[in-house]
């Protein structure tokens, strides 16, 4: 632990996720935080998901439940390796057992 502490603050999930993508280059965190970009990107606009904004008024196209099923495992997941991290960052190890989760 001979790093020092580094606050990463941010009000929206772009400057964020690039802040930490820059503390990780090289290591497994830096591809989980880009694959976390795509998700969001994919669900945020109108052409793709259009989870977060509407779907696109002209397409039409809606998510089935299989695709919403997966999205939404999918972001429980990385959410929860977000919460992990922190808790390594400001804890040192993970103060909770495999199957809290």
């Known amino acids: ?19 930490m993508k820059k503390r990780e280059r090289g290591k497994a965190q830096e591809n989980i935080l880009t694959w976390m970009t795509t998700l969001h990107g994919y669900l945020s606009s109108p052409t793709g998901g259009g989870v977060r904004h509407g779907t696109d008024l002209k397409e039409g196209i809606a998510i089935q439940p299989h695709e919403a099923r997966l999205y939404c495992n999918l972001a429980r997941s990385y959410l929860t390796f977000l919460l992990e991290e922190h808790d390594q960052q400001t804890n040192g190890a993970s103060s909770r057992p495999w199957g809290a989760y």
């Not at 790093?3 to 009000?11: F, L, M, R, S």
């Open 1 to 19: 632990m001979g790093e020092d502490p580094v606050t990463i603050q941010g009000k929206y999930f772009g400057p964020i996720i690039s802040e």
